[in-house]
Nanobody
Framework: VQLQASGGGLVQAGGSLRLSCVAS????????MAWFRQAPGKDRAPVGR??????WYADSVKGRFTISRDNANNAMYLQMNNLKPEDTAVYFC???????????WGQGTQVTVSS
């Protein structure tokens, strides 16, 4: 089972990026999937998640970031608008396993926002 994250890059403050996460090896259409990020010197923190109950976002990104899923293609996306320098981090996608823990992780994609 693999999660492949992509779409990171360097963008100016106020710009946008769209991250992708494609799963292979099994389907996650019924599993919660999420995005996390880890800034330099900080712990990994949740950005948002999407389950059958809907979407949840961290307060710091609410109104700027949107998660979507394409279950037919086993993919999840993170649309990031109005990016700020404090959004600079490595972004990871993750999927929950049967026990409700995030058992599956992508390799991370770097997002750098310049001021």
């Amino acid at each position: 089972v693999q999660l492949q994250a992509s779409g990171g890059g360097l963008v100016q403050a106020g710009g946008s990026l769209r991250l992708s996460c494609v799963a292979s090896g099994r389907t996650f259409s019924r599993n919660t999937m999420a995005w996390f990020r880890q800034a330099p010197g900080k712990d990994r923190a949740p950005v948002g998640r999407m389950s059958w109950l809907g979407a949840w976002y961290a307060d710091s990104v609410k109104g700027r970031f949107t998660i979507s899923r394409d279950n037919a293609n086993n993919a999840m996306y993170l649309q990031m608008n109005n990016l700020k320098p404090e959004d600079t981090a490595v972004y990871f996608c993750a999927a929950q396993g049967s026990a409700g823990k995030y058992d599956y992780w992508g390799q991370g994609t770097q997002v750098t926002v310049s001021s």
